[in-house]
């Protein structure tokens, strides 16, 4: 029979607790991994509205809101498009109708057509639909 001394019952003790510490370290790092993920799919990219909807909406009478800056808007946009950009969108919410106008919003990855439809919609906008990235199209 083997008979530890203290000092090997304190470094077992002492090993024990780091593989603990290194195990929720590694949960943690797993769930912000989910929790950033989670976030970069809804709030870039591809936004809460297909383009095959997008498309039907803008046939059927949904203005079609590009929220970048004016330059972007310049360089290119989507036919039928008007420029409300963002950080412009509540000193010009009049330009966009009554607040049950069927609403399209895009911007170059998503992020700003995400922050614009949250905006609108506690403006009191009912009908917004974010497309996201302007290559949704």
């Known amino acids: 029979m083997t008979v530890k001394s203290d000092a ?17 370290l590694k949960i943690l790092l ?16 591809g936004g809460s509205t297909s383009p095959q909807d997008a498309h039907q909406l803008v046939q059927g009478g949904a203005r079609l809101i590009d ?18 950009p ?10 966009l109708g009554s607040k049950d106008q069927a609403l399209v919003l895009y911007c170059r990855s998503g992020s700003r057509s995400a922050s614009a439809t949250r905006a ?6 009912t009908r ?10």
């Open 86 to 95: 963002v950080d412009e969108l509540e000193q010009r919410l009049s330009e």
């Open 128 to 137: 917004v639909h974010d497309l996201g990235a302007m290559s949704n199209w």
């Open 8 to 24: 090997a019952l304190d470094i077992d003790e002492i090993h024990r607790k780091i593989a603990l510490r290194v195990m929720t």
């Open 67 to 84: 929220v970048r800056t004016p330059e972007e808007f310049a360089a290119g946009h989507l036919d039928g498009a008007i420029n409300v």
């Open 120 to 125: 609108l919609q506690k403006a009191g906008f």
């Open 30 to 45: 797993a769930v912000a991994a989910l929790l950033m993920v989670g976030y970069l799919v809804t709030t870039r990219g």
